[in-house]
């Protein structure tokens, strides 16, 4: 996932990995290196600057669950990602232009 920060212009990238089970929060890296399902990552991430997410790429191989709900402070916001429309082999992925304010606490959960 990219972030941009609205203040900075600073391009933020954060490996995620989704467990590719339903109503679960996806883990997003924290600064440890590809996050796996329970050693590395968290299931939030937050910024010292107001962000927009930009853009999503996900590899291949996802079978039991079909978006991600885009969630601020743990609650559900109107924006939904679909994984079909950001697998990384797609050469024309959607812009996202989803934004959140500084120290919100952004996560993801897989839904069907």
Known sequence: MVF???NTGTLYHRPVYNPDVAQTLIRIDNGSGTPTSTTTGSDFLTFDEPVTLVDCAFVTGIVDTVNLRVM???????YWINWASSVNTLAYRPVFNIP???G???SFMSSV
């Open 4 to 6: 941009k920060g609205l």
């Open 104 to 106: 919100t606490r952004i």
């Open 72 to 78: 601020a402070n743990y609650n559900p916001s109107p």
């Open 100 to 102: 959140f304010r500084a």
